[in-house]
T-cell receptor
Framework: DGGITQSPKYLFRKEGQNVTLSCEQNLNHDAMYWYRQDPGQGLRLIYY???????QKGDIAEGYSVSREKKESFPLTVTSAQKNPTAFYLCASSIRIRGTGSQPQHFGDGTRLSIL | AQKITQTQPGMFVQEKEAVTLDCTYD???????LFWYKQPSSGEMIFLIYQGSYDQQNATEGRYSLNFQKARKSANLVISASQLGDSAMYFC???????????FGAGTRLTVKP
């Protein structure tokens, strides 16, 4: 079945360590997104990418980095510069928006990141 | 800038009754879409329903309907005949037609009582 796969489901980071969260989709979507969700709150956009080899910062990009070398993959690296990384991270994808806004974003099951 | 407001942190409803979850939005874009998502305790985000800013009729999808009042900038979700499995967080979101940036509200936690 088509969908979005995030791995790992749970991830622990040591002080000063970079960690990478994986996001793979087989929906043939051009656009992909990374969100951060803190307990009891909504989603905040970290980065998004509309096409391969291109991406834009969202509202809270500091301390994070991404790459988009393949259409199917959009990994997120949480760097040591992100001082409060404990959160739930959601990856999403959608058809690239062209003059209409009806396409929903499809989400993965998320990765829970905690500090050791 | 776009902003989504959900003023109900938590709501309770009796099983088999209807419930309305509130959502108001603010945008200067004339063309936009409004979305509702459900997030069970497992964490995944499930798309429920969509309403376009130019749609003349309120959207419906099974037990879900959207009460869209454009002049008031509100897009409330109505769930009819609530079921225990409807207990979850519900998020309202908005995106301008020419923009990939989707904005989410803070969410409403719905609890369905047996």
């Amino acid at each position: 079945d088509g969908g979005i796969t995030q791995s790992p489901k749970y991830l622990f980071r040591k002080e000063g360590q970079n960690v990478t969260l994986s996001c793979e989709q087989n929906l043939n979507h051009d656009a992909m997104y990374w969100y951060r969700q803190d307990p009891g709150q909504g989603l905040r956009l970290i980065y998004y990418s509309q096409i391969v080899n291109d991406f834009q910062k969202g509202d809270i990009a500091e301390g994070y980095s991404v790459s988009r070398e393949k259409k199917e993959s959009f990994p997120l690296t949480v760097t040591s510069a992100q001082k409060n990384p404990t959160a739930f991270y959601l990856c999403a994808s959608s058809i690239r928006i062209r003059g209409t806004g009806s396409q929903p974003q499809h989400f993965g099951d998320g990765t829970r990141l905690s500090i050791l | 800038a776009q902003k989504i407001t959900q003023t109900q942190p938590g709501m309770f409803v009796q099983e088999k009754e209807a419930v309305t979850l509130d959502c108001t939005y603010d945008t200067s874009d004339p063309s936009y879409g409004l979305f509702w998502y459900k997030q069970p305790s497992s964490g995944e985000m499930i798309f429920l329903i969509y309403q376009g800013s130019y749609d003349q009729q309120n959207a419906t999808e099974g037990r879900y309907s959207l009460n869209f009042q454009k002049a008031r900038k509100s897009a409330n979700l109505v769930i009819s005949a609530s079921q225990l499995g409807d207990s979850a967080m519900y998020f309202c979101a908005m995106r301008a037609y020419n923009n990939n940036d989707m904005r989410f509200g803070a969410g409403t936690r719905l609890t369905v009582k047996p």
